[in-house]
């Protein structure tokens, strides 16, 4: 069975397709260690981590590595990465922070510009997809930051520690959290060690959608 990149990997691979795009050869290690968020801890990602995650891109044959020369990374899917995209509606934005107003109905609604997403930073299905705009840092230690772009499944059951959008009935909004089923109660906790869970009634809350991957654009 092959293993789903971590959103690490994926940021990284991403990132080399995009810089390979506007540059048409690859970037070094640097560069890509560059464009990683700094650990929880405020220190930066270190050349190693960077290796690492490398080298399991290329253990599952994302990429190909010439550790020889500085811009050593080749694309495995080079050639096709242009054609072999997944268009998914962006229906509008959710909070990873406090709730936030959205349609009720966003996760089904349509409205907005889709965006195309290379099938590889995608699960092998991909059906019911929608993509949100995050607004806030509230899951920053999982990697999510502000303006980056979620992209879910559309459903409506989850189990305990899963990434999911949440509509909050009572407050009429929305927001991005990992969700626990404690009893008489729900929490909603962000990853982010700064801030407090939201804890609220099982009747309060109607799961939109789960995680599946987050879409970096890179600048």
């Given at each position: 069975m092959i293993k789903e990149l971590s959103l690490r990997q994926k940021h990284i691979l991403k990132f080399?397709?995009?810089?390979?795009?506007?540059?048409?050869y690859p970037p070094t290690i640097r560069e890509i260690q560059g464009n990683l968020r700094p650990a929880s801890s405020g220190k930066p990602v270190s050349t190693s981590v960077v290796d690492y995650n490398l080298n399991i891109l290329e253990d599952r044959n994302h990429i190909r590595r010439n550790r020889h020369i500085s811009r050593g990374i080749e694309l495995v899917n080079a050639t096709s990465s242009g054609t072999n995209r997944v268009a998914i509606p962006l229906v509008g934005q959710i909070a990873a922070g406090e709730p936030?107003?959205?349609?009720?109905?966003?996760?089904?609604?349509?409205?907005?510009?889709?965006?195309?997403?290379?099938?590889?930073?995608?699960?092998?299905?991909?059906?019911?997809?929608?993509?949100?705009r995050v607004k806030g840092t509230s899951m920053?230690?999982?990697?999510?930051?502000?303006?980056?772009?979620?992209?879910?499944?559309?459903?409506?059951?989850?189990?305990?520690?899963?990434?999911?959008a949440v509509w909050l009935k009572d407050e009429k909004a929305t927001t991005l959290k990992r969700f626990y089923?404690?009893?008489?109660?729900?929490?909603?906790?962000?990853?982010?060690?700064?801030?407090?869970?939201?804890?609220?009634r099982p009747d309060n809350v109607e799961i939109k959608g789960r995680l599946v991957s987050v879409y970096r654009t890179v600048v």
């Open positions: 080399i397709e995009d810089f390979h795009g506007r540059h048409n936030i107003d959205v349609p009720e109905d966003f996760a089904t609604s349509g409205f907005g510009d889709p965006i195309e997403i290379s099938a590889d930073l995608l699960p092998s299905r991909t059906d019911n997809l929608f993509a949100l920053i230690d999982a990697l999510i930051d502000d303006g980056d772009i979620v992209i879910l499944r559309h459903q409506q059951t989850a189990e305990n520690g899963e990434a999911v089923h404690e009893g008489t109660r729900i929490r909603l906790q962000p990853a982010n060690s700064s801030l407090q869970p939201i804890y609220t």
